[in-house]
């Protein structure tokens, strides 16, 4: 499976933006998929995943009132609509399949991922 994130950007506090994740080489329908991200001298963390059929979704809790996670299996992407934006939202993104077909907030347990998509919130 490669996984291509795009939607990143330069967006001022307060604002939104909305990242995708394409999948190719495989069907994504029988994943679970997540978010995570990486700031500048940070460790890599959970921000959100989805299960295979979307039907249970799992959010870190900075950001569980501010971000949605979905998933259209049928274009083979996952996205992540992010609302409210703080400037310690900034870092890359990364969306990462699961080797199973519901999702927790461990790292371990995701196996593919895309290359990151940066996200730059301004004050």
């Known amino acids: 499976v490669q996984l291509q994130a795009s939607g990143g950007g330069l967006v001022q506090a307060g604002g939104s933006l909305r990242l995708s994740c394409a999948a190719s080489?495989?069907?994504?329908?029988?994943?679970?998929l997540g978010w995570f991200r990486q700031a500048p001298g940070k460790e890599r963390e959970f921000v959100a995943g989805?299960?295979?059929?979307?039907?249970?979704?799992y959010y870190a809790d900075p950001m569980k009132d501010r971000f949605t996670i979905s998933r259209d299996n049928a274009k083979n992407t996952v996205y992540l609509q992010m609302n409210s934006l703080k400037p310690e939202d900034t870092a890359v993104y990364y969306c990462?399949?699961?080797?199973?077909?519901?999702?927790?907030?461990?790292?371990?347990?995701?196996?593919?991922w895309g290359q990151g998509t940066q996200v730059t919130v301004s004050s």
């Open positions: 990462a399949t699961s080797k199973f077909l519901k999702v927790r907030p461990i790292e371990a347990e995701y196996d593919y």
């Open positions: 080489g495989h069907t994504i329908s029988s994943y679970g």
């Open positions: 989805i299960s295979w059929n979307g039907g249970n979704t």
